[in-house]
């Protein structure tokens, strides 16, 4: 059994079937990606995954207790993490001051706006996020204005935001995406990183096969809303059903 169990998932959108009968078991602390063509279904099941779909059929289970019906928030204190396509990040705010809210967030259990001013002035809690902040490389950022930086870095903000609330489950749609390649490389080398040092399990949805290969000790790939096949990434790159998944025809 995985951390995270798919079973018979299904959804539809109209006449449109997203996805059909998909099965996935992702084993505990592993860094497991989901790839697939365009269509394939890779971020509808995604959304199944944390609350922001329900699916029409079949059961999602993270470590042995349901997410169906859960808000993204219940999903979250379960303790799974989302990073998304397009860093969220409070770009008006400095380094330390984002990172402070979900610092906050874990002790409190809610984060409210009103109670910003309050916890500037808690020490404990500008210590977790300034000691994130040095675990993130960041250390010396903590200044600057969140919206300034550059999209990599504003990605490692965002990473460790999640890692602050100590998840078990860490998912990422499209981490890289729109990066320069130092960037990319960075990202690679700081989700290795967290992987090596963390108990954490790491579920990645990625369209660049660098980061999938240097990244992923289990690759299952998506085709038509269905898995075509789940295996190591050495298997994986030769596979004829990847290769003719995503060149339209047969190895």
């Given amino acids: 059994m995985g951390i995270l169990e798919v079973k018979d998932v299904g959804k539809r959108f109209g006449g449109l079937q997203a996805l059909g009968d998909v099965n996935l078991s992702i084993k505990e602390n592993t860094v497991h990606a989901i790839i697939g063509p365009n269509g394939a279904g890779k971020s509808t099941l995604l959304n199944c ?34 990073v ?13 001051e984002n990172m402070m809210i979900p610092c906050f967030a874990k002790r409190d259990g809610s984060f409210r706006m009103h109670a910003f001013e309050n916890m500037l002035n808690e020490k404990e809690i500008v210590e977790r996020a300034e000691a994130m902040l040095e675990e993130m490389n960041m250390a010396d950022k903590r200044d600057m204005h ?13 990473i460790g935001m999640c890692l602050a609330q ?13 990066m320069a390649r130092a960037d990319t490389n960075n990202t690679i080398d700081l989700l290795k990183q967290i992987s090596d040092e963390r108990d954490i399990t790491i579920a990645i949805i990625e369209h660049d096969m660098h980061v999938v290969f240097s990244l992923a000790q ?13 295996d190591n990434p050495e298997n994986i790159k030769g596979h004829p059903k990847v290769r003719e998944a995503y060149l339209g025809e047969s190895a």
Wanted: aromatic fraction near 4%.
């Fill in 49 to 82: 995954l944390v609350g922001k779909l329900i699916p029409d059929t079949g059961s999602v289970m993270f470590d042995g207790q349901s997410v169906l019906g859960r808000t993204p928030y219940e999903i979250n204190q379960m303790g799974i993490s989302r």
């Fill in 166 to 178: 100590e998840p078990r489950l860490l998912l990422l749609d499209e981490p890289t995406a729109g």
């Fill in 84 to 96: 998304f396509q397009t860093p969220e990040i409070f770009t008006e705010l400095s380094v330390l």
């Fill in 146 to 158: 969140a919206g300034a930086m550059s999209r990599g870095d504003k990605r490692r903000l965002e």
């Fill in 218 to 230: 289990r690759i299952t790939v998506l085709a038509q809303g269905t898995p075509l096949v789940e």
